[in-house]
Nanobody
């Protein structure tokens, strides 16, 4: 079992930066692929980024490549999303998710693979 709690959201001007954190409880964290998803009002929840169990593999949504960076610290049971050059289209509730997959290099953009979800943190980017 993994419980996830996101933090770090807030209001920022276009061009600004935010760093989201996700704290995980449970000893299974190091065995989980971790992902960030987001959901804007009236839209489907969409993939943003994912990192493999060891942190060696990452994958990103095309529109955030070069602006966002996902990382993890298995010693602290935490995953992070550094977001730079934010624009109003990035406004959404951001969710942390954990996928309990057996492969150390596994990453995925597909929601169906993720077993545990946090409650989300709001990110609002003003123009």
């Amino acid at each position: 079992q993994v419980q996830l709690v996101e933090s770090g959201g807030g209001l920022v001007q276009a061009g600004g930066s935010l760093r989201l954190s996700c704290a995980a409880s449970g000893r299974a964290f190091s065995a989980a692929t971790m992902g960030w998803f987001r959901q804007a009002p009236g839209k489907e929840r969409e993939f943003v980024a994912a990192v493999s169990r060891s942190g060696g593999n990452t994958v990103y949504k095309d529109s955030v490549k070069g602006r966002f960076a996902i990382s993890r610290d298995n010693a602290k049971n935490a995953v992070y999303l550094q977001m730079n050059s934010l624009n109003p289209e990035d406004t959404a509730v951001y969710y942390c998710a954990a996928a309990m997959q057996p492969y150390s290099s596994f990453t995925s953009s597909r929601r169906q693979y993720y077993d545990y979800w946090g409650q989300g943190t709001q990110v609002t980017v003003s123009s």
